[in-house]
Structures are given as structure tokens and as C-alpha cells.
């Protein structure tokens, strides 16, 4: 089995070269409502939505009556402190059939790979890559959450300060388990395999090229229909938002109808689950005897999305010079810095490259933030051979990276013609102002590439002294 198939060429909404003949058409369908491969979804970014499955379960003018529709509980789930200012506040009511309390007592599992005490973790400033993140044997069954294992980060949740990132891995679904993060968001970023996840606010379907969004606190389940890879960038601090535009304008990058929020969707089971609990970087497990997708109806600003990486409307010198990588941000997480992000998640999508007069691929760098790199699918263009999809790469704060010597001296030489670069490619960066450290779980996998810096063997001395240039001719 390859680690991502072929796929055939169609030209979709949105960049046309992005080649996703297996992303599912959206279709408008109501106002304010899209369909895609049979889910519903809302559209727009940080909205006030209201859903309900059934009707009139939502509470009209207020959200505690004395007796809720239908014999609900309702419950709210806080994604900020009740005093932020009205614009930054995130909040949403779910009317439950019970309410979450009800629970047995969580206790600590050893169950995955995550870990978040740095001090056991490797302090490094070499630049790193890893080959594509191991599959599960065909043998073991394993799911989502038993399938996490966390690469580099750093930082502490329990004081609302740092980045974590992961990779899953794993060949079955989340059959009478949930799990959520106490610590932060979760970005989920699909490379192998298309996820199914069901959420307290509904079904998302996430495809390769697709990313989502899962909140702190909010509970989901990872449905597989077989092996499936991808990486999460899980922030401890800020909530994403997409960012400011500047002088760009109104428009551009990712625009914010095109992300996409489940509409309501429950279940009502009465079986045993485990319900897991990531709490200050450790697994815990409580049992409840029902389904924890039990919300009938929900109105607020704080749930879940997804996204269509396809969409992004890339901006790019057409003049000259290579510019700054921030112009290819999708998502931010400002930190109380003006300017200065907690994770800034990037993307190098196919585009036309018609710099002038310009070396064009990435130049070469030193860097105030900390770069982890991972490939969906296709070729990075400054690293053709060795950079997979499925694999990563790790440049820390200050540590030197750009292209290696085939690509300078190739990029150095050719001639400068219009053309579209990065076909049916899809690399991404989560870029960090937190220095990270490397988990021992990233060391021993066996996918890191022991000979990565060779890659910049090779890089010849071409300076010739002005002075001896003349002599010369």
C-alpha cells in the first residue's frame, strides 16, 4: 500500500491546481448552509450559530429556562473567561440529554505517546527530518487516541502558555470512546486517510487537503475506514483566528466563508463509554454508561471547523524578490505581542511563481521562531528528495535551513519564465515563537534521518574577489 494514492485531476472552486478529485463538491443549500458528501455545515468563521436536530429544543430570548424543550439539560462550555472583552469572548449553550457531570471518576491511563514534560526531552538546535511517521502494524488494532505521539513542543498548559506537536497514527475507528483536551485547541491536519469525526455539535468529514479545528474542552470521536496519518499543532494559550490582512485589503488568503461549522447532530445510546481526558499533558479515562454526542441543540461562537485548503486565495510578488512566508498564513494564534504569534499555520499551496530577476525558491534563513514543516502530499520545492509526505522537519530558533545545493545551483542558472510551481503538492509549516524540544518518542520511532544535514553538502564557494575577476579577463 502507498502512503497516499494517486488521484485524478479535476479542476474544483477555489486553486486549480490543487488536483483533490477526492474532495466531495460543497453545495449551497439554505442560507447560510452548505452540504458536502451528505453533512450539513454553517459557513463563516467565529459566527454566532444556533442548531437544533429536533425542533424547538432551542430556548428562545434566554438560555437557562426553569424546564428545557424536551426534558434537556442545558450547559455551557466556556472557550474564554466570562470577562473578555464582547468581540474576543467564546462561549456556547448545548442542551444535553444529560448533562457532562455525569461520569465516573477519571483516572490516569497509560495509553499513547503524548508527552509534555519537556524535562525528560531532548534540547537540540540541529536541524532535523524525519521520514513518513510509522504506520500501525496490520496486526493491531489501534484508534485514534492510542495512536498519539507528540514530536517536539514546549511550554505548560496548566498556565495557559506553550504548543505541543503530535502526529496520529491509526487503522481503526473510536468505537464507545471520546476524548478531549483540557489543555488547548487542536489543529488537524489529515495527510493519509479521511476522518470522520463526530463532535458535541455535529459531523465533520475532514479529507486530505482539509484541516479542522477542535477546541479545549470539546468532545469528539475519530472514525477511520483504514490507515490513517496526519499531525496536530495543539495550542496551550490563544484560540486560532485567521489573520489581519493589512493593506491587502477586504479579501484574499483564506476568506471566511469558506470555513465550516457542523450543524447539530446526536445520538441517543444508553452503553458503556470511555470518555478521554488530555489534562496537563496526561491521558486520563472516566466511564459513563451513555453516549457523550447527546446535544440535541446549540447556539454560540465556540465549535468546531474545518476548512478546504484548496480555498486559500495565495498572494505573491508579481515583480520581484521572494517574499516572506507569512503571506501564505491560514491561521493565527496571537500572542499578547502585537505581531508576534503563538503558532502561525502556513501553507505552500501550487501557485504561479513569475518573480523576476528573484532566486525563487525559499531563501535561505535564520529565525527568531522555531519551524516545524510536514508534507501532506507531492515535492517541497527547496527539498525534492528526502522531504515525504507524511515525514517532518524540525528548524529551531536560529538554526540555519534554506535550500539544499541541487536546488540553489539549478534555481541560480534557469531561465526565468512564468509557471506554476508546486503541483499537486501541499506542504505546510506551524511556525512558533516558543523554542522547541524534541520528545524521546520522536528520537527513537525510527524516522528521523540521522544524515539530514548532509543534505547541504555539496554547497560550493563561488565568491570571486572583484580584483582578481579583472585579472582575469
Not at 126 to 134: A, D, I, T, V
Not at 268 to 274: A, T
Not at 369 to 391: C, I, N, Q
Request: hydrophobic letters at 35%.
Amino acid at each position: 500500500m502507498t502512503d497516499q494514492p494517486a488521484k485524478k485531476s479535476k479542476t474544483v472552486s477555489g486553486n486549480p491546481f490543487t488536483n483533490d478529485a477526492d474532495t466531495p463538491e460543497v453545495k449551497q443549500v439554505g442560507n447560510g448552509i452548505v452540504e458536502q458528501d451528505g453533512l450539513q455545515y454553517f459557513t463563516g468563521f467565529g459566527n454566532e450559530f444556533s442548531s437544533e436536530a429536533e425542533k424547538d429544543t432551542l430556548p428562545i430570548g434566554q438560555n437557562t429556562p426553569q424546564k428545557c424543550a424536551h426534558g434537556l439539560y442545558a450547559e455551557q462550555l466556556s472557550g474564554t473567561a466570562f470577562t473578555r472583552p464582547r468581540g474576543q469572548n467564546l462561549r456556547s449553550w448545548l442542551y444535553k440529554i444529560r448533562p457532562s457531570i455525569a461520569h465516573k471518576k477519571f483516572k490516569k491511563v497509560e495509553i499513547n505517546n503524548i508527552n509534555q514534560d519537556w524535562s525528560t526531552c531532548e534540547v537540540d538546535p540541529n536541524q532535523m527530518r524525519w521520514n513518513p511517521f510509522p504506520l500501525p502494524e496490520e496486526s493491531k488494532k489501534v484508534n485514534f487516541v492510542e495512536g498519539l505521539a507528540t514530536i517536539c513542543g514546549s511550554g505548560d498548559p496548566s498556565i495557559r502558555a506553550g504548543v505541543g506537536i503530535h502526529i496520529y497514527s491509526c487503522n481503526t475507528s473510536m468505537d464507545n470512546c471520546a476524548m478531549y483536551s483540557s489543555d488547548g485547541d487542536m489543529l488537524i491536519v489529515p495527510q493519509l486517510g479521511t476522518l470522520t469525526i463526530k463532535t458535541e455539535f455535529g459531523v465533520m468529514k475532514v479529507c486530505n487537503n482539509e484541516i479542522c479545528v477542535i477546541q479545549r474542552g470539546i468532545k469528539f470521536q475519530v472514525n477511520v475506514d483504514g490507515p490513517s496519518r496526519g499531525y496536530i499543532c495543539e495550542i496551550f494559550g490563544s484560540h486560532y483566528v485567521i489573520p489581519s490582512l493589512g493593506p491587502i485589503g477586504a479579501n484574499g488568503l483564506a476568506n471566511p466563508r469558506d470555513f465550516l461549522t457542523p450543524v447539530a447532530a446526536y445520538e441517543d445510546i444508553d452503553e458503556m463509554f470511555v470518555v478521554y481526558n488530555k489534562y496537563q499533558g496526561v491521558m486520563f479515562a472516566a466511564e459513563q454508561d451513555h453516549t457523550p454526542f447527546d446535544v440535541v441543540g446549540w447556539h454560540g461562537n465556540y465549535a468546531p471547523f474545518k476548512y478546504d485548503l484548496a480555498k486559500f486565495c495565495v498572494v505573491n510578488s508579481v515583480s520581484f524578490d521572494h517574499l516572506d512566508p507569512s503571506i501564505f498564513t491560514v491561521l493565527t494564534a496571537p500572542t499578547a505581542v502585537p505581531g508576534l504569534a503563538l503558532i502561525d499555520f502556513a501553507i505552500f499551496p501550487p501557485r504561479w511563481s513569475v518573480h523576476q530577476h528573484t532566486f525563487r525558491p525559499p531563501y535561505y534563513h535564520r529565525n527568531c521562531m522555531g519551524e516545524f514543516m510536514g508534507l501532506v502530499r507531492g515535492h517541497y520545492e527547496a527539498k525534492a528528495e528526502g522531504f515525504l509526505p507524511g515525514g517532518g522537519t524540525l528548524h529551531s530558533y536560529m538554526t540555519p535551513h534554506g535550500p539544499d545545493s541541487q536546488c540553489f545551483e539549478k534555481n541560480s542558472e534557469m531561465e526565468l519564465k512564468p509557471e506554476v510551481i508546486a503541483k499537486g503538492t501541499m506542504a505546510f509549516m506551524f511556525e512558533s515563537s516558543i523554542s522547541f524540544k524534541t520528545t524521546p518518542w520522536s528520537q527513537s520511532c525510527g524516522a528521523l534521518q540521522k544524515d539530514y544535514l548532509k543534505v547541504w553538502d555539496g554547497i560550493e564557494r563561488h565568491f570571486v574577489k572583484p580584483s582578481e575577476k579583472e585579472e582575469e579577463e
